[in-house]
C-alpha cells in the first residue's frame, strides 16, 4: 500500500508544475547553442568564406591576364603605328625579311637613317643623327612583352629604270604570359606614289 500511496503522490505533485512557456523552456533559463550546432555554423560559414576567397582569387587573376593582353596588344600597334608612320614620309626605304631602313627627308633635325631590326626574338629601333647612332629595344628585352617573330615585306616598283619601295607590310608576333598576338600593318611611302 506504501508503494500505491507513494506513487499517488507522485502523480499529484507532476500535475501541479507551473506550466511552461512556448518553447519549452522555464522562465530566466536561456537555451544556448549546442556544440554540435557550434561545430556545423562553423563549417558553413569556412565553406561560405572558401567560396568567396576562390571568387575574388578568380576575378584577381582575369584582371591580370586582361593586363597582360592589353599590354601585349598595346606594345604591338605602337612599334607599327611608329614604323608605318616613318616609312610614309621616308625618302626611301629598304628592306629585309627581318629589318627596315628608312631614309627619311632632310629636315634641319640631322637624322639621316631609321632603321628597325628584328634578331633573336629582340626587336630594336636605332636612329642615326648628326653621325651618332642610338639604339633603343622595343620589345623582347628584360621585363617586356617578346616578339618571337618579325617579318617584313615590300612590293616594288620601276620608273626612269629605278627599282624603288611602294609599299612596306611588317607582321609582328608578340607573346607574354602564355599568350600570343600578331599584328600586320601596311604603309605606301607617299613620296613614291604615282597620282
Do not use: C
Not at 612590293?155 to 609582328?172: M, N
Request: aromatic share 6%.
Amino acid at each position: 500500500m506504501a508503494a500505491e500511496a507513494l506513487a499517488h503522490l507522485a502523480v499529484h505533485a507532476l500535475d501541479r508544475r507551473k506550466p511552461r512557456p512556448p518553447g519549452g523552456h522555464a522562465r530566466g533559463h536561456r537555451r544556448a547553442f549546442t556544440f554540435v550546432e557550434v561545430l556545423i555554423a562553423t563549417a558553413l560559414l569556412a565553406m561560405l568564406l572558401a567560396a568567396i576567397a576562390l571568387a575574388v582569387q578568380a576575378a584577381i587573376q582575369g584582371y591580370e591576364e586582361n593586363e597582360r593582353v592589353a599590354a601585349m596588344t598595346q606594345a604591338a600597334r605602337s612599334v607599327l603605328a611608329r614604323m608605318t608612320r616613318e616609312v610614309r614620309t621616308a625618302d626611301e626605304v629598304n628592306t629585309t625579311s627581318t629589318s627596315i631602313s628608312i631614309l627619311p627627308p632632310e629636315d634641319g633635325s640631322g637624322l639621316t637613317l631609321i632603321r628597325y631590326t628584328w634578331d633573336n626574338g629582340v626587336l630594336t629601333y636605332e636612329q642615326t643623327a648628326s653621325g651618332v647612332t642610338t639604339s633603343e629595344v622595343l620589345l623582347g628585352g628584360e621585363g617586356m612583352v617578346s616578339a618571337p617573330s618579325f617579318t617584313v615585306s615590300r612590293q616594288t616598283g620601276i620608273a626612269d629604270a629605278l627599282v624603288y619601295t611602294k609599299t612596306v607590310t611588317a607582321t609582328i608576333t608578340v607573346a607574354t604570359g602564355g599568350r600570343t598576338f600578331a599584328a600586320t600593318a601596311s604603309a605606301d611611302v607617299r613620296r613614291n606614289q604615282q597620282y
